[in-house]
T-cell receptor, first 115, second 117 residues
Framework: ETGVTQSPTHLIKTRGQQVTLRCSSQ?????VSWYQQALGQGPQFIFQ???????GRGNFPPRFSGLQFPNYSSELNVNALELDDSALYLC??????????????FGPGTRLTVT | AQKVTQAQTEISVVEKEDVTLDCVYE???????LFWYKQPPSGELVFLIR??????QNEISGRYSWNFQKSTSSFNFTITASQVVDSAVYFC??????????????FGKGITLSVRP
């Protein structure tokens, strides 16, 4: 069974640029959630995708957007980067739908630094 | 709105000591799930336990045990005979149930546990 993978591991961007982070969900999982974890804080929910549709969104501006593909992998896109976007971005996969499981399995994260 | 409070920010113990990590939650839902995750320095969140709101039985898994008390909205985590490998940040999280896909997790701020040899 393949776990959750994320790429890249680390990324440095300049304020105003755009970034795309990628996540491959665990085998058999159809739901992907994205979280932002600032230094010294707990993860904050950005949004969730279930069967290629957005299914819930946290308190993040529209410049945070996402996609989920037919193989259930996902992308997080952030436009017009700000210094406060510097954080660890975590992807979590889980099984939703008729066989609901509330256990979310996390990837290793992407460390984004905005300068 | 749901909220998770981990009042302890840092705990330092000597190896073999027992340690309890506190978690208090707020929710208006009658059906919800509580979780504990461990985050080692590598950054990946490791799932430890899930407990639903209807199951108040305490659980023990090896050196780990969890005490869920609905009356005080607490879900505390105890590590018995701590080891250096237990050093990590520990997060308590809450998920309210939802129809269809999984609900979002609301995390506390985490507790940094340092176990000294």
């Amino acid at each position: 069974e393949t776990g959750v993978t994320q790429s890249p591991t680390h990324l440095i961007k300049t304020r105003g640029q755009q970034v795309t982070l990628r996540c491959s969900s665990q085998s058999g999982h159809n739901t992907v959630s994205w979280y932002q974890q600032a230094l010294g804080q707990g993860p904050q929910f950005i949004f969730q995708y279930y069967r290629e549709e957005e299914n819930g969104r946290g308190n993040f501006p529209p410049r945070f957007s996402g996609l989920q593909f037919p193989n259930y992998s996902s992308e997080l896109n952030v436009n017009a980067l700000e210094l406060d976007d510097s954080a660890l971005y975590l992807c979590a996969s889980s099984l939703g739908g008729t066989s609901v499981s509330y256990e979310q399995y996390f990837g290793p994260g992407t460390r984004l630094t905005v300068t | 709105a749901q909220k998770v409070t981990q009042a302890q920010t840092e705990i330092s113990v000597v190896e073999k000591e027992d340690v309890t990590l506190d978690c208090v939650y707020e929710t208006r839902d009658t059906t919800y799930y509580l979780f504990w995750y461990k985050q080692p320095p590598s950054g990946e969140l490791v799932f430890l336990i899930r407990r639903n709101s209807f199951d108040e039985q305490n659980e023990i898994s090896g050196r780990y045990s969890w005490n869920f008390q609905k009356s005080t909205s607490s879900f505390n985590f105890t590590i018995t005979a701590s080891q250096v490998v237990d050093s990590a940040v520990y997060f308590c999280a809450l998920s309210e149930t939802n129809t269809g896909a999984n609900s979002k997790l609301t995390f506390g701020k985490g507790i940094t546990l340092s176990v000294r040899p």
